[in-house]
């Protein structure tokens, strides 16, 4: 598919994120919807939890402190946010930042695998465990962090492609615990290595 094709598929997809058609209370009660932003022809696809109150303000994903963080490590890498495409399952602002229950979770799933079959990233970065456990319910990050693993994912019309996948820490829950950021910041040195043996 082509860019400009990839851009207006993700267009009408973010529209109707912004419309709040997903019918949860989470859709009419927060202030502005996140449907994620970044590149149509993006490499690496990052999928966090769900907005915060920054998020929320700016209708915008990974616009706070683990954004900034997010930030840092993708230029450590030698990527700025736009080359790579960044959003969360839960597209809406829990109150209070709760973690989204799993019926909002599942009402959230559809949209979320339109936008990975517009992408088609070579790469699917976990951002915690409950980013994760949407693919792989049975894994724990502690143990499934920086390994590639492989799912499938279904389109619309059910059929379903091949997709690599890569769970790490919750930029988050790493931001002030030393010996996790050691780790997230160790998985995440990979992403290059990683993509170059996606693409042989
Ligand atoms: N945490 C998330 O999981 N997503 C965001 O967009 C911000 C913080």
């Known amino acids: ?18 419309n709040r058609e997903i019918d949860i209370d989470l859709a009419k009660d927060c202030l502005n919807p996140v449907p994620g932003e970044g590149n149509a022809n993006a490499e690496l696809m990052f999928i966090g939890e769900a907005p915060g109150a920054q998020e929320d ?15 840092e490590m993708l230029e450590g890498i030698g990527l700025k946010r736009e080359d790579v495409f ?11 930042n ?4 799993p019926d909002e979770i599942k009402a959230c799933m559809p949209i979320l695998f339109e936008q990975i079959e517009v992408i088609r990233p070579k790469l699917l970065i976990f ?6 456990n949407v693919f ?3 894994l724990k990050i502690s143990e499934a962090h ?4 492989k799912t499938n994912v279904q389109k619309p019309d059910g ?3 091949e997709q690599n996948c890569l769970p790490l820490y919750h930029p988050a829950a790493a931001l002030y615990n030393g010996s996790m950021r050691k780790v997230l910041l160790e998985d995440f040195a990979k992403i290059p290595k990683l993509l170059e043996i996606i693409k042989k």
Request: aromatic residues 8%.
């Open 127 to 132: 951002l915690g465990r409950h980013s994760m």
């Open 57 to 71: 303000k700016q209708g915008r994903p990974f616009v706070g402190a683990s954004g900034k963080f997010l930030a």
């Open 136 to 138: 792989f319910p049975k």
């Open 1 to 18: 598919m082509k860019l400009e094709q990839k851009q207006a598929k993700l267009n009408a997809i973010a529209k109707r994120i912004m």
């Open 86 to 96: 960044i959003t969360n399952i839960v597209k809406f602002r829990p109150p209070e």
């Open 98 to 101: 709760r973690d989204p229950k």
């Open 159 to 161: 059929s379903e492609f």
């Open 146 to 149: 920086g390994e590639m693993i």
